[in-house]
């Protein structure tokens, strides 16, 4: 696998998925944050975003959330178990393919809304003068991964 093709198909449906260390530090290192923000500030605003209203009624939407917010941190923490179980493999299989676009999909969107990305953020590239820089950055990589991620999910399963 060269350097520009580290993500790719494999012919048995799972993906080709080599990381530098420093790379699989980083996605290690947000996770580990995202996961701390669950514990120790439940009602971040960035954390909206992952567990949305159901409801535009409060009292019904509280309740909702008061019913399946634990249901949904659980499978939240074990998308990010996969992702750190498999964080040093090769190769992954579809399902946990899968399970790394989830763990990318949430790291996106709470790094995103902490950010506030816009539609327009990156429209003239990244400005290395923003104080925001070195995280646009990052959320840069985090959507270049995923994108690379899809395609080769995509692709593996015939759909690409």
């Given amino acids: 696998m060269d350097g520009q093709h580290r993500i790719e198909p494999a012919p048995d449906g799972g993906v080709r998925f080599f990381l530098p260390p420093a790379e699989r530090e980083l996605l290690l290192q947000l996770r580990a944050e995202l996961l701390s923000l669950l514990t120790s500030a439940p009602d971040d605003p960035s954390l909206e975003r992952l567990f949305p209203p159901a409801y535009d009624d409060r009292k019904r939407d509280s309740e909702y959330q008061r019913l399946m917010r634990d249901e949904l941190e659980t ?67 985090l959507s270049w991964l995923q994108e690379a991620l899809v395609e080769a999910v995509s692709s593996a399963s015939g759909f690409g």
Avoid at 116 to 132: Q, S
């Fill in 75 to 141: 499978g939240l923490r074990e998308t990010f178990d996969v992702m750190e179980a498999t964080a040093g493999r090769e190769k992954l299989t579809a399902a946990e393919a899968e399970a790394w676009l989830r763990a990318l999909t949430d790291l996106r969107l709470v790094l995103g809304t902490r950010l506030d990305v816009r539609e327009d953020t990156f429209a003239g590239g990244l400005d290395l003068n923003d104080p925001r820089a070195p995280e646009l950055a990052v959320y840069g990589y």
